[in-house]
């Protein structure tokens, strides 16, 4: 066992962990986080996908021993978000989920395309989300609210940034991503 | 499925990393962990020790070398495609990268590791022969260079010796004349593909690449093709010509196979040679 910190939603994480634990396990075992979900454990489905620094990773291939000073962020770590909970609503206005299984990981590919291609048309959002699997919708409704939200962002305020796209890390306190924000919270709801 | 038990150290220095392969028991380096933790997780790799090189701050920079770029094993796929850095590629290793599984598997997957894990349906392995690239092995005797065309033995299979890491992979700079071309056969986008191709001419550099990928083995060059190329245009590489020069070099692939693979290789010089 190997003692670790990190930080999941937020908060500060001390735990100790088996070096063969990954970080989805982790995450739903020890932190009852089960929220990320586990479909096939081999970096297909992308159920498991949550923001590992910042950027979308899948949990199930990365072990928690190798997270040790990491910030997660899980689908139950966006209250307050005001990209996510427009996103939250257009996957319900539109039918994006019948069971629920890939939603998580949907919703956290789906918020970091939105971020980082903010320009992107469908077919890009379709090559986008081919790494999170949906065996219920055809995927119609998953776009279409990925759309929606898009459009709610004013293309003024989206022009990317050179230095946004040159360093995720950095991407969170963007100009581009404060214009966004602004302009999602702004809006009242549906 | 969940991994089979095992040891794990995180060491900080190259040297400390080698130290750790060097000791007892069978040990794997851990790069970014998209190839090998499915392999642990479906108990088809069952390794003593991982030793995670992520924490070496030095394996992720990319470095100007005058003629090449020097580019750290630990340098992600999305830091390729999202091209921070001029690398003097006219943009093949970004398009390379933006082609490889899904986005949350190329913030972590890397470079170096997916060439030392030299899976011949790999991208980094077919694009890096076409490019002449050079891989850099650091061991208890210091580092030695070698090209990635010696350096890729077989499916999965590569010149490293025990106790031996990758440690960096060396870009020559193409001229401004340089043209390339890259295409794969993919069912689904972010699969692996059914076949590779990769072209790259240049002319100042007097360099013609035609390597084809996702064999049963490593990428296969076809030199003579590609300076048939390079002298005579795209009207001397038709599909047949390039389904005959394959035909020679591989000759145990089944129709199917000759086809998808020459249809590849046809597209990337399409690519590199259109006007």
Request: charged share 25%; glycine share 8%.
């Amino acid at each position: 066992m190997i003692p670790i910190t990190l930080t999941v939603n937020g908060r500060r994480v001390e735990a100790t962990v088996e070096p063969r634990t990954h970080l989805a396990d982790f995450l739903r075992e020890q932190q009852r986080l089960t929220g990320t979900h586990l479909g096939c454990e081999q970096g297909v489905c992308g159920a498991c996908t949550i923001l590992l620094d910042g950027v979308p990773a899948r949990a199930c291939l990365a072990f928690a021993v190798a997270c040790d000073g990491a910030e997660i962020r899980t689908v139950e770590g966006f209250d307050g978000d005001p990209l996510m909970a427009r996103l939250r609503e257009a996957f319900s206005a539109e039918h994006a989920l019948q069971c629920g299984f890939c939603t998580p990981g949907m919703l956290i590919s789906a918020y970091d395309l939105i971020r980082r291609l903010p320009e992107a048309d469908e077919a890009r959002i379709r090559r986008e989300l081919s790494g999170n699997l949906c065996r219920c919708t055809g995927y119609v409704g998953i776009v279409a609210a990925v759309q929606r939200v898009l459009a709610e962002v004013p293309k003024a305020a989206t022009a990317p940034s050179p230095a946004a796209e040159a360093s995720p890390s950095a991407r969170a306190d963007t100009p581009l991503w404060g214009k966004i924000k602004t302009a999602l919270g702004a809006k009242p709801k549906a | 499925m969940k991994a089979a038990a095992f040891d794990y150290v995180a060491p900080q220095t190259v040297a400390a990393a080698l130290d750790a392969l060097d000791a007892e028991g069978e040990a794997r380096i851990l790069a970014g962990g998209q190839s090998l933790a499915p392999l642990l997780n479906l108990r088809l790799a069952t390794p003593k020790r991982l030793v995670d090189i992520g924490r070496i701050a030095a394996l992720r920079r990319i470095e100007d070398r005058g003629d090449h770029h020097r580019i750290g094993a630990m340098v992600t796929h999305a830091a390729i495609e999202d091209g921070g850095m001029a690398l003097a590629d006219h943009g093949m290793l970004a398009h390379v990268a933006a082609g490889i599984a899904y986005r949350a598997v190329r913030n972590r997957g890397t470079i170096g590791g997916s060439l030392a894990h030299a899976d011949p349906s790999g991208d980094w392995p077919s694009a890096l022969m076409a490019l002449d690239a050079r891989a850099v092995a650091a061991g208890r005797a210091g580092e030695r260079e070698i090209a990635i065309r010696d350096f890729l033995r077989g499916a999965f299979a590569t010149a490293l010796e025990p106790g031996e890491m990758l440690t960096a992979i060396l870009l020559p700079k193409l001229s401004a004349a340089a043209r390339w071309g890259y295409y794969k056969i993919v069912r689904k986008a972010g699969e692996f593909p059914e076949a590779i191709g990769a072209a790259l001419f240049d002319s100042e550099r007097r360099r013609a690449r035609i390597v084809i990928g996702a064999l049963g083995s490593a990428p296969l060059p076809l030199d003579n093709l590609a300076a048939r190329a390079a002298e005579k245009g795209i009207e001397a590489v038709a599909l047949d010509a390039v389904e005959a020069a394959l035909r020679e070099a591989a000759p145990d692939l089944d129709r199917i196979a000759l086809r998808h693979h020459a249809v590849a290789a046809r597209r990337a010089i399409l690519e590199a040679l259109a006007p």
